[in-house]
């Protein structure tokens, strides 16, 4: 049977995108895996082979998987091998240890689900697989995975199990070129492991050091949100400014900067969208610099919902506040940084650089791309973002992160009062999962504030479990779910430890 989509040249920037946008978590080597039908339902047919395919570790099996289970007419968004390679990312999440089928629950019409054991991580996870409503259910959107917050039966796992279960997981990803970047994880602001695998240049085999500078993607918000919160404490705006306060009309319409609060730029409450868009993709590559020139991006933008009234995802948000940050400051946003975050805390590695100038040990970015079943590498240096913006961008290392990290939650970027105000989340603003510049989550392993970036050839997770003494921050060079994979892995582990169900 001829395989669909295998041959045709799709957009990589389209493939890019949909590696970033979902999240996908693994499976494992052994073909079985502990996985047995228990019924003849069709759940059940999906679900075991489903867990076979990923347990063998192997692309051609997931592949057959997707050919005969997969609506068609979803397939045709989506090459055929990025489907495969956002499954395959289940099985690296085991270390290649695998998933145990534990149990399949009650389906709906659109959805499968079953209950799995992570032989890693040793965490019970929730599979849940989308389908067509009909008498032969084809999976029609992304599969999904999530852990299975249960405290009674938390598996206690000392320090020295974490960090080995990690590093069996890396070496995993290192052999299959799945992961390249840096890893550290730190209790009490102590590194515990501090690890650097693939190479900042393949073309030159210069390998990634501890200290090598990634592009961090969206991370960088949280630099954005955190200057805003300072200026705030210094009394210098309010949260509840007008953005036409400091936006000037060839910037954005006054009726809409009016509408505008500070707040609603910084949880992505402001009904403003994405810079992003075909505009933006049809200019001259290094065209965008300094915040002025992303003047004409954003100038006619109108609002899709009133400020406050929801939640929508928005970088023209983030760039609006670096705006904010010179027209109070008189100087540039990157200025302002070095000055006021990255200077007084020894953050030596961290700046906006422009990515056509030479930097010494920086990452370049590369995407994985299968055709005919052979990987490919694209190279990403000269693509955009060519320097980084308020909203993303700015390049640094896990080591530098870590400072910020320590300096925020001792107080000495804000005040203990500040600090609070800009690690909370605000349900009043409909955005009870985003703070001032950070996500918010409160669970099992207590209150966790967290970023990721994604972008052509960069994937970064930045989690601070804030009642466990727990960080950690994944910088990579390789596009989604590279970096996304690991952190899934340290997350369930962290979780597990002794010090994580006190």
């Not at 032989?119 to 084809?138: A, Q, R, W």
């Not at 949280?222 to 309010?238: D, N, P």
């Not at 650089?353 to 005919?372: C, H, L, M, Q, W």
């Not at 990579?476 to 597990?496: C, E, F, G, K, R």
Request: hydrophobic letters at 40%; aromatic letters at 10%; charged letters at 20%.
């Amino acid at each position: 049977m001829k395989k669909p989509f295998q041959n045709q040249g799709f957009p990589i920037l389209l493939i890019v995108v949909l590696l970033f946008l979902y999240h996908p978590i693994s499976f494992s080597q052994d073909m079985t895996g502990g996985v047995r039908a228990t019924d003849d339902s069709s759940a059940s047919v999906v679900i075991t082979e489903f867990l076979i395919a990923c347990n063998s570790g192997n692309r051609e099996l997931m592949e057959d998987f997707i050919i005969e289970h997969y609506d068609q007419n979803a397939l045709k968004r989506i090459p055929l091998f990025a489907v495969v390679s956002l499954n395959m990312s289940f099985y690296y999440e085991t270390g290649g240890l695998g998933y145990e089928l534990l149990k399949i629950l009650p389906s709906t019409p659109n959805l499968l689900s079953a209950e799995l054991h992570n032989n890693l991580t040793e965490t019970k996870i929730k599979l849940e697989i989308p389908v067509s409503n009909d008498h032969s259910p084809k999976i029609n959107r992304f599969i999904n995975t999530e852990p299975i917050a249960d405290e009674k039966h938390v598996n206690q796992l000392n320090k020295e199990e974490v960090i080995s279960r990690i590093e069996q997981s890396l070496l995993k990803l290192q052999e299959d070129e799945e992961f390249s970047g840096t890893i550290i994880v730190a209790k009490d602001g102590k590194a515990i492991l501090n690890r650097a695998i693939g190479y900042a240049s393949k073309g030159y085999k210069i390998p990634n050091t501890t200290d090598t500078k990634f592009n961090l993607a969206s991370v960088g918000k949280v630099f954005t949100g955190l200057a805003i919160t300072q200026l705030a404490e210094q009394g210098k705006l309010s949260f509840d400014d007008p953005i036409s306060n400091y936006v000037s009309a060839d910037w954005l319409d006054p009726k809409i900067s009016e509408k505008i609060q500070i707040k609603h730029l910084l949880t992505h409450t402001s009904g403003l969208g994405d810079y992003f868009r075909d505009a933006y993709m049809q200019c001259e590559i290094p065209f965008f610099r300094d915040l002025k020139d992303y003047k004409s991006l954003i100038v006619d933008d109108t609002l899709m919902f009133e400020p406050g009234a929801r939640f929508f995802y928005s970088n023209t948000g983030f760039l609006l506040l670096g705006v904010v940050i010179e027209d109070i400051t008189n100087d540039s946003y990157f200025n302002y940084l070095k000055k006021n975050v990255f200077e007084p805390i020894g953050m030596i590695n961290t700046d906006g650089f422009d990515k056509d100038s030479p930097v010494i040990k920086r990452a370049t970015g590369y995407t994985k791309v299968y055709e005919n079943g052979v990987a490919n590498w694209n190279n990403h240096q000269y693509t955009r973002i060519m320097k980084g913006s308020p909203s993303g961008g700015i390049y640094s290392t896990t080591e530098d992160i870590l400072k910020f990290a320590i300096a925020l939650e001792s107080n000495k970027l804000l005040s203990p009062e500040y600090t609070e105000i800009l690690l909370e989340g605000r349900p009043d603003l409909n955005a009870s999962f985003h703070s001032y510049g950070f996500f918010i989550s409160n669970g099992i392993a207590g209150r966790i504030a967290s970023h990721k970036g994604d972008g052509r050839g960069v994937n970064c997770q930045f989690k601070m479990y804030l009642d466990l003494g727990y960080t950690f921050i994944i910088l990579s060079n390789y596009s989604a779910p590279s970096a996304n994979i690991v952190a899934n892995i340290i997350d369930q582990l962290i979780t597990n430890t002794v010090e994580g169900i006190k």
